[in-house]
């Protein structure tokens, strides 16, 4: 079982409570979401392994045997600009150690552009039954979220 960690400290708030249907409905994955502090944070890695997919506003991470973790902070914070609050502390193609800070990002900022700052946590290509039952309600940056199986 691949422990999955919380990537922000927050509120664990469930899949159904991001405002996009394609990560509401599960279509991008099994997961849960966290409604993040809207303080100063840093993201961190969910999993030990390689960023695959690196952005200022989203990153997967792929454990050595393929599972693929995808962190997404905000909704539609890819138009926000990399100076509004997003600082990248790691490269694309790194070895990465679950809890390892990725980006240091302000989710007041996103609130503060009209965006919610909801971030998805999805396990990539996976069945909705391959994950534990996520934690609700307070999570703090690196806790067990949910296992993968």
Excluded: C, Y
């Amino acid at each position: 079982m691949l422990a999955v960690l919380a990537p922000v400290t927050g509120v664990a708030v469930g899949l159904s409570r991001v405002p996009d249907p394609m990560f509401a409905q599960g279509l991008v994955g099994p997961g849960t979401a966290i409604d993040p502090r809207k303080e100063v944070q840093e993201a961190v890695a969910p999993i030990t392994g390689r960023i695959v997919s690196f952005h200022p506003h989203a990153f997967v991470v792929q454990s050595a045997d393929g599972k693929g973790v995808l962190v997404h902070l905000g909704m539609n914070t890819v138009r926000l600009p990399l100076i509004r609050g997003f600082e990248l502390l790691a490269d694309q193609g790194d070895e990465v150690t679950a809890g390892q800070p990725l980006i240091r990002w302000n989710p007041a900022e996103v609130v503060a552009s009209g965006i919610s700052p909801i971030v998805p946590i999805v396990a990539l290509d996976a069945d909705g039954d391959v994950i534990s039952r996520p934690v609700s309600g307070e999570v703090k940056r690196g806790e067990l979220l949910f296992r993968w199986a």
